[in-house]
């Protein structure tokens, strides 16, 4: 049965129930569109599992630039299991209706797991900036110990930022709409439907938003004081020999913030944008950053890329 827009955006009482959405404009298609999301999902699983095995399993792989990338797919696989299930509901059954309850759980899952791959990206950064500025001292100041504290504040701190969040979002009212913009639930979606307590709105938005500017900030500064030790290298070669250490970390980051920078922009600059193009940055920055971020550091890495190599050539033998 196909309810209508106005039937999700007349009720006066308070909601029970919101609803989320597909593509607008390609409703008809959905169970095609739930094949590469259903792919991505898969990739993004077994891919982000076997990058952690590997570097569990492998002693060479027992190195801190190693510990603060098995931090990543941790990060991804949990944006990915706690938002695509409720994606593939929507494009393979047109399961839109998702509790309050449940939507601000997965908002604090989102969110979280967001500032927890921010958070390492940033230690990743400082990683970089150490392993270039005293590569001597490297080892001595980031030990394996020292690399799994750092990774337990990482984690600790993204959900104490956004445990506050939920148990806001439930003392807000909810009426008159309960039609949300996107796949799945998001603190800036939910928020346009409360119908009180704006203040609470506005300072709750603006903190989540600034988590995320925060880190990009620092990840920006350590990029700063790295091209600056670059530019004092003499030859050209050692010039592009020191970056190319960074390459896979930088790509980690564009393919991260560029999609959140760009939907927070639409929100923020462009709220008469159409609704598919919201939808579709949204579906991106869930959908494309766990599966990349593994063909980069599998690409880029060396050590992962002969370790994965050497185990399925043992198997074929």
């Not at 880190?215 to 700063?224: E, F, R």
């Not at 609704?275 to 980069?296: E, R, S, T």
Request: hydrophobic share 50%; proline share 4%; aromatic share 12%.
């Amino acid at each position: 049965m196909i309810l209508s827009h106005s039937f999700f955006n007349t009720s006066e009482v308070e909601t029970s129930t919101f609803f989320l959405i597909g593509i607008p404009g390609m409703e008809h298609a959905h169970i095609w569109v739930s094949l590469p999301i259903c792919l991505r999902y898969l990739l993004a699983i077994l891919g982000n599992c076997t990058i952690l095995f590997f570097i569990k399993t492998e002693t060479s792989l027992h190195e801190p630039m190693y510990y603060f990338l098995s931090m990543l797919p941790f990060s991804d696989l949990g944006l990915s299991i706690s938002s695509l299930p409720t994606m593939l509901r929507i494009f393979l059954f047109n399961a839109t209706g998702i509790s309050p309850d449940a939507c601000f759980a997965q908002e604090f899952f989102v969110h979280g797991f967001s500032a927890m791959e921010s958070s390492v990206l940033f230690s990743m950064s400082i990683d970089r900036l150490i392993a270039i500025y005293s590569p001597l001292r490297y080892t001595s100041i980031l030990t394996s110990a020292r690399v799994i504290k750092i990774g337990l504040v990482s984690a600790i701190k993204s959900i104490l930022l956004v445990f506050p969040v939920p148990f806001i979002l439930q003392r807000l009212k909810f009426c008159k709409k309960n039609l949300l913009s996107h796949s799945y639930c998001l603190y800036q979606d939910v928020m346009k439907l409360a119908c009180s307590d704006n203040r609470v709105k506005v300072i709750c938005g603006l903190f989540v938003a600034l988590t995320s500017v925060l880190y990009l900030v620092c990840i920006s500064v350590s990029y700063v004081r790295i091209l600056k030790i670059v530019l004092r290298i003499a030859s050209h070669k050692g010039r592009l020999k020191v970056l190319n250490t960074c390459i896979s970390h930088i790509c980690a980051v564009f393919i991260f913030y560029v999609p959140i920078v760009t939907l927070a922009a639409l929100h923020r600059f462009a709220k008469n944008a159409f609704p598919v193009v919201k939808v579709i940055i949204a579906d991106i920055f869930l959908l494309f950053p766990p599966p990349m971020n593994i063909i980069v550091y599998s690409v880029k890495s060396q050590q992962v890329r002969n370790r994965i190599q050497a185990k399925l050539c043992e198997k074929q033998g």
